[in-house]
């Protein structure tokens, strides 16, 4: 009877109202009948499965719940950003009346103070929506941390500042359970070995994102961990990794199938981006497979949208110059129809082969 986290938690809530809503429908039309010992049985049950779940994980435990729990996500995503950035503006208005020995105690306490106030609200908070804002502020206060003592003590700045900035953030992360921090972290990790491919060809660690192949490594390491480390403590995790995986692969393909000159290689900047447009395609369309194989919805929707913007981009290269505006935009609808179409009928094929 026990859920092993809140989001198992929420979705046997939401499949008892589906439950319940589809026995009255079939009630009604005299498809089944219980008895009232039965149905008061039934109804009792449910309730101390809702009642248990709200004690245990604060559930949504209705609709109008689920629609204000939506509004608190968003609140605290806002709220955590400018507490973020109010501690960060708050120690760049007072930092020149500090000597230097308050300025190295003021940054390590701030770091260690709203870390294990973190701690202490998680252990209190149910919701998770006040731990993502206190885990923010330490987020914030940890990368001044590193900031700010670089510039005391005149150290020059590297992209290894990235690396802790990233541990920080994954610990908060695992520790809390939360995916604002995860994804915080990965943008770390992304940046860091983006910068680092970036040194290897030859570059300043700070024009990494002047190749944008630099970028791929990462997409490799991000979509090989969660087939490496199991997530199953904790939700959504391994989706993300996926997601940003897909990103970082997919967006610097079509920056280079617009953009040539960007590339390491030394080929004819017009042979370059036939290349990455074929890329594009291919790696869009194998994202949709695969995403449908796996039932990854988020690889299903990042590859759709990412194939559709490569189309879209192409069609503008070749048509908008030559058509009649009425007329591209008509091929233009005229695509999405039969894309569709086509991902009506990947809808249909697991149902199929079922029957």
């Not at 809503?21 to 009948?33: S, T």
């Not at 930092?95 to 973190?118: D, I």
């Not at 030394?266 to 039932?295: C, H, K, M, N």
């Amino acid at each position: 009877m026990s859920a092993p986290s809140r989001t198992d938690a929420q979705q046997r809530a939401d499949e008892i109202r589906i439950f319940q809503r589809e026995l009255a429908r079939l009630q009604h039309d005299n498809v089944i009948a219980l008895s009232a010992a039965q149905s008061q049985a039934l109804a009792e049950h449910h309730e101390r499965l809702l009642v248990e779940y709200a004690a245990a994980f604060d559930i949504d435990r209705d609709t109008h719940a689920k629609q204000l729990s939506l509004g608190m996500r968003i609140a605290s995503f806002l709220g955590a950003l400018a507490l973020a950035a109010s501690v960060f503006f708050l120690f760049y208005q007072f930092w020149g009346m500090l000597p230097t020995a308050a300025q190295v105690g003021v940054l390590l306490t701030a770091v260690l103070v709203t870390f294990l106030v973190t701690l202490w609200i998680q252990g209190r908070d149910d919701t998770g929506y006040f731990t993502k804002l206190a885990a923010m502020v330490a987020f914030a206060c940890f990368v001044l941390n590193i900031y700010m003592l670089g510039q005391i003590f005149n150290i020059t700045p590297s992209d290894k500042a990235l690396l802790p900035w990233a541990a920080f953030a994954f610990l908060l992360a695992y520790a809390c359970d939360l995916r604002l921090l995860l994804a915080t972290g990965i943008l770390c990790v992304v940046a860091f070995i983006a910068a680092r491919t970036g040194t290897w060809g030859g570059m300043y660690w700070l024009d990494f994102g002047q190749r944008p192949e630099n970028f791929l490594p990462a997409a490799v390491l991000l979509f090989a961990v969660p087939q490496w480390i199991a997530h199953r403590r904790f939700s959504g995790f391994a989706a993300i990794y996926r997601l940003f995986a897909l990103l970082t692969l997919l967006l610097p393909m079509l920056v280079l199938a617009n953009w040539g000159d960007a590339s390491y290689f030394e080929f004819d900047p017009d042979f370059i981006e036939g290349i990455y447009q074929v890329l594009g395609f291919v790696t869009s369309a194998a994202a949709i497979w695969l995403g449908a194989r796996r039932q990854w919805p988020e690889v299903v929707n990042t590859g759709t949208t990412m194939f559709v913007i490569f189309l879209y981009t192409k069609f503008f290269d070749w048509w908008w110059e030559i058509m009649p505006k009425y007329l591209f935009f008509l091929v233009v609808g005229l695509t999405a129809i039969l894309f569709l179409v086509v991902l009506q009928r990947l809808r249909k094929t697991p149902r199929s082969r079922a029957a």
